[in-house]
């Protein structure tokens, strides 16, 4: 089944689902399935999901966006996906209110984050066929 930009309340329901605070987090086979594509422009709220962003960038086309919301968790953030050779070509990481995403309407296909993300913030970000 895919969530797309239309299904609104679905969406949201992913992220909760792939996101938010539950005993056993899904396998990268599990969120991949979920999103139904490899590459493509992949927003990701929280520094917890920081490792998801590496991992698909191992595997995956994606281009990914990262915003944390605080100073220290970027650097950190940096810190990590440098060593994975990621920062600047595959993953880019931001800093800023998580309530503001700092991107353009309709430009990403999609958007992995906490349950808490701001719904009106990842509508606005996902293309018109994009997946939460």
């Known amino acids: 089944m895919a969530i797309t930009k ?8 992913l992220i909760v689902v792939m996101c938010g605070t539950v005993t056993a987090a899904p396998s990268i086979d599990q969120i991949l399935e979920r999103i139904g594509t490899t590459r493509g422009i992949c927003v990701v709220l929280g ?8 991992d698909l960038a191992r595997i995956c086309e994606f281009i990914t966006y990262i915003q944390l919301s605080d100073h220290a968790s970027t650097l ?3 810190q990590e996906v440098e060593k994975y050779g990621f920062l600047g070509t595959r993953i880019y990481i931001d800093q800023g209110d998580p309530r ?12 992995i984050g906490p349950a808490d993300a701001s719904e009106a913030e990842v509508l606005r970000v996902l ?3 994009g997946k939460a």
């Open 47 to 54: 520094e917890e999901h920081v490792p998801l962003a590496i």
């Open 76 to 78: 950190q953030a940096r």
């Open 127 to 129: 293309n018109p066929q």
């Open 100 to 111: 503001r995403l700092h991107l353009a309407d309709n430009v990403a296909d999609v958007v």
């Open 6 to 13: 239309r299904a609104a309340v679905a969406g949201l329901a």
